[in-house]
């Protein structure tokens, strides 16, 4: 258990359906993550909040879009989404501060678009 | 840009053969060097943070070592319990020092 929880672990949808990931930490870090892992290729970094406000936004496309309404939870809503979207979806959640901080990773929400 | 290479991209390993993981970064500012194990179907979990040329970091069987322009993971004696994938990513101080770049992994195999 790393204290950080996602729900759901599997999620099948359509190109058509609207759908949510959900996490939420109880480790008191201030910034949340989102990165999407695909198949034989690095995670890749989607967004990044601090204190509840959005500092990265990597290019994403708009049919992915995040929700933070506290520094304890985090969503990604999904819509219209594509089938070279299917992948794992990490939330990870760090407490910021010089040095450099580690990152705490849930399990995931492995995601198919049919 | 920042840029994290792994190598060997897959590595089998039998029961106590010790072998070295790299890690190869090119990045402006290094904040710190980390190493995650990830194990199928789950989120990473952190091993090591290094921070500076010359330090090492060790933790049962594993050993990781930093130099400026690259990492190495030491696995001494492995079991098939250390069977994963391992990442390496790096965080510069630019960006607020919070995107972390990540290596495509070097998944490990250890038989029995």
């Known amino acids: 258990e790393t204290g950080v929880t996602q729900t759901p672990r599997h999620l099948v949808m359509g190109m058509t359906n609207k759908k949510s990931l959900k996490c939420e930490q109880h480790?008191?870090?201030?910034?949340m993550y989102w990165y999407k892992q695909s198949a034989k290729k690095p995670l890749e970094l989607m967004f990044v909040?601090?204190?509840?406000?959005?500092?990265e936004n990597n290019s994403v496309p708009s049919r992915f879009s995040p929700e933070c309404p506290n520094s304890s939870h985090l969503f990604l809503h999904l819509h219209t989404l594509q089938p070279e979207d299917s992948a794992l979806y990490l939330c990870?959640?760090?407490?910021?501060?010089?040095?450099?901080?580690?990152?705490?990773f849930g399990s995931g929400t492995q995601l198919s678009v049919l | 840009e920042d840029q994290v290479t792994q190598s060997p991209e897959a590595l089998r390993l039998q029961e106590g053969e010790s072998s070295s993981l790299n890690c190869s970064y090119t990045v402006s500012g290094l904040r710190g060097l980390f190493w995650y194990r990830q194990d199928p179907g789950k989120g990473p979990e952190f091993l090591f943070t290094?921070?500076?040329a010359g330090e090492e970091k060790e933790k049962e069987r594993l050993k990781a070592t930093l130099t400026k322009k690259e990492s190495f993971l030491h696995i001494t004696a492995p079991k098939p319990e250390d069977s994963a994938t391992y990442l390496c990513a790096v965080q510069a101080y630019d960006n607020y020092g919070q995107n972390f770049v990540f290596g495509p992994g070097t998944r490990l195999s250890v038989l029995p």
């Open positions: 990870a959640s760090s407490l910021d501060g010089p040095g450099g901080e580690k990152l705490f």
């Open positions: 909040y601090n204190f509840k406000e959005q500092t």
């Open positions: 480790l008191g870090h201030n910034a």
């Open positions: 290094l921070y500076s």
